[in-house]
């Protein structure tokens, strides 16, 4: 067995680390998608499924579909596509290749900077090991993750040469030492690109400044000469929060004192992860939960104390110092305090900003251990058990993210109560027509909701739907709604089950009496409009999808399903006008561009209706029938107009009363 100064030789290191990397992650090549983004993001996105093309290209840098402005991530992902087809194995082996490069830049990086071989290996095997990481690698849609690190680290290693070659201390030739600026500019571009978390990039810039490069420069000539990464942080943060609109309305909901707070507490939550890396899941519900005074109390008391003992060694243990600072930067984006959704906190964040914490306790170690003498060994042998108990709990944890079921079941495990685990699991079971399981997991999110808040009111909807799916379940289900206290749940679920089997006389007055305890339930006031447009009560549904749309303007089947009601209302225009800013975005969504021709039709625009019927096809792939048998009554009604302009008004109104009846026949269905 090698000695400690085995893994003193870089060769040595690199062979090690990447052997760490390929143990613990070569799993990974064989897991499936995950039901929770990785379909949506991939599989059923049509712009990443079909691959690398110049329509993906504009939508790369154009959508805000998913409230993340990742240009580069959608490229990477559908250059994946391209090479591999849309394969599970391949995109997950991408991402274990981009974290073996990060590990890698990370341990040469420290050792140019340092010349501390040994601690640099340390550092760059906890970001291979530690468990925390494992949502960041095995997670197909956390290729930003590992994609803007990458870029990030390579950004590192050009201003370390940079530096060098400002302080003479580098013999780079001139012309090449003086394009490391630039490359330190491309690489900062296209983090960002992947992923707008790496605005911090300046910032830690500043640090490295100070440790481990040892410039004396004041602070005001070290921030000028960042003046070019400045103006990068001004224009791609304005660009990545244009994108995310939607984030940006979460951030004006929630209360700034309950955005601190999460933040404080946040800091304290992620540490005791990095320190304890247990119980370990997809998704935190309880942290609203989180937000106590005593808990506040207690992150204030640890982030406090933490703070002074790394300002007291400052000078003594600059790295701790450094490594502390550089964890509350780095974290600083993905605490939620410009933007603040559901999900406020997870591992993914902690990819970047922990890389401080290994350097503050790998420099703060050694330092200790020099004097006294005798316990440099204990403190190697206790160093390499940490790095064999990490690599353990690690392999579990990787494992856990094999396929949906297993992820899910091992967060509801390591959460306790949460709902929109639940949600997921339940959602996977039915599609898998597990009706039990399913039925389990929807009664369980109800339980574990606050009454009347958001979770509870949607789990009405998913237990309607499984009792549509699975007739043998219906009366249980009615009977267990029954037995619910609310009127939300005795009417609304009865209700929510007529309206899926097509009785939406029979629901509608159900559903009213439901919507009576949940006005501000957007889903619910959604099945209400479309069981009146289903009992043609058609101002009424107009009435409720016009609340549904000033509520969230994204909804984009609220706003074809209003367009809908509103041809059905015989009010083309307004239709026509409701779907244009959809139209405007270049909608994937046939109904969209369906109910435009319909509008466009009773407008009198055959050939534009024409156009959006084909486009409508396209979409569908062909399996559209009203679409594809109504584009051929336009092409005989195309035929028929010249003659229509000459016959008599009798003729010309008989026809378009029939017309209109052809038209009435084609939106039947909600």
Not at 433 to 453: H, N, P, V
Not at 652 to 663: M, T
Request: glycine share 8%; charged share 20%.
């Amino acid at each position: 067995m090698p000695g400690l100064s085995w893994f003193l030789v870089p060769r040595h290191a690199t062979l090690t680390l990447l052997a760490l990397v390929a143990l613990l992650y070569g799993q990974t090549a064989w897991f499936e998608w995950l039901i929770v983004d990785d379909t949506a993001y991939i599989v059923k996105n049509p712009m990443v499924s079909q691959g690398l093309t110049l329509e993906g290209l504009s939508w790369a840098f154009s959508n805000d579909d998913f409230a993340l402005w990742a240009p580069l991530t959608w490229l990477s992902l559908m250059l994946d596509v391209t090479l591999f087809g849309v394969h599970s194995g391949m995109a997950h082996v991408e991402n274990v290749l981009f974290h073996a490069a990060n590990v890698l830049l990370l341990y040469h990086f420290l050792h140019r900077a340092t010349h501390a071989p040994g601690r640099s290996f340390l550092v760059a095997a906890l970001l291979a090991v530690h468990p925390l990481h494992a949502e960041s690698v095995a997670w197909v849609v956390e290729r930003k993750d590992v994609l803007f690190l990458f870029f990030m680290l390579l950004g590192f290693h050009a201003w370390l040469s940079h530096v060098r070659w400002l302080e003479g201390t580098d013999d780079t030739p001139a012309k090449g030492a003086r394009s490391a600026y630039g490359r330190v500019l491309l690489c900062f571009a296209l983090a960002m690109l992947a992923k707008p978390m790496a605005v911090s990039f300046p910032l830690l810039l500043l640090l490295l400044d100070r440790w481990p490069l040892g410039r004396t420069a004041s602070w005001r000539a070290l921030i000028w000469e960042k003046l070019p990464l400045w103006l990068l942080v001004v224009v791609l943060s304005g660009l990545a929060m244009g994108a995310a609109s939607d984030l940006r309305a979460a951030s004006e909901a929630a209360p700034l004192g309950q955005r601190l707070s999460s933040a404080v507490i946040g800091y304290a939550f992620y540490l005791w992860h990095g320190v304890w890396p247990k119980d370990l899941g997809l998704y935190y519900a309880f942290r609203l939960q989180a937000l106590t005074p005593f808990n506040l109390a207690l992150s204030l008391t640890l982030l406090g104390g933490v703070t002074l003992l790394a300002w007291r060694v400052r000078r003594e243990v600059p790295a701790l110092a450094m490594g502390w600072v550089w964890y509350l930067v780095a974290l600083l984006p993905a605490l939620g305090i410009l933007a603040h959704g559901e999900q406020a906190w997870g591992d993914r964040f902690a990819y970047l900003p922990m890389i401080g914490i290994y350097l503050g306790a790998v420099w703060g170690v050694h330092h200790a251990a020099q004097r006294p003498a005798w316990c440099r060994f204990p403190l190697a042998a206790a160093g390499a058990t940490v790095l064999a108990l990490l690599t353990l709990l690690s392999w579990k944890q990787i494992g856990v993210w094999n396929n949906t079921e297993s992820l899910y079941l091992h967060t509801l495990q390591a959460t306790g109560p949460n709902p929109v685990i639940r949600r997921g699991l339940g959602k996977h079971y039915q599609q898998r027509q597990e009706w039990e399981k399913a039925l389990e997991q929807y009664q369980g999110m109800r339980a574990e909701s606050i009454r009347g808040k958001s979770f509870y009111q949607a789990s009405l909807i998913y237990l309607a739907q499984l009792a549509t799916k699975a007739p043998e379940l219906r009366e249980r289900i009615i009977e267990d709604g029954r037995r619910e206290g609310s009127l939300y749940f005795r009417a609304g679920l009865e209700g929510a089950i007529l309206h899926y089997e097509g009785r939406y006389a029979e629901a509608l007055p159900l559903l009213e009496q439901a919507l009576t305890e949940a006005s501000d339930n957007m889903e619910i006031k959604e099945l209400v409009a479309l069981a009146a447009y289903g009992a043609e009560q058609f101002p009424r549904a107009r009435e409720l999808q016009q609340e549904v749309l000033q509520s969230d303007p994204k909804r984009g089947e609220s706003r074809w399903r209003l367009a809908r009601t509103l041809n059905r209302l015989k009010e083309p225009q307004a239709a026509l006008d409701v779907l244009l800013p959809t139209l405007r975005e270049r909608s994937e969504d046939p109904q969209v561009h369906y109910q435009a021709a319909l509008a466009l039709l009773g407008l009198g625009r055959l050939p534009q209706a024409g156009e959006g019927l084909q486009e409508a096809l396209r979409l569908a792939k062909g399996e559209f029938p009203e679409a594809k048998k109504l584009l051929e009554e336009v092409k005989g009604m195309a035929k028929l107009q010249p003659m229509m302009e000459t016959a008599p008004a009798a003729v010309r109104d008989k026809v378009k009363q029939a017309w209109d009846k052809e038209l009435g026949a084609l939106q039947t269905q909600p």
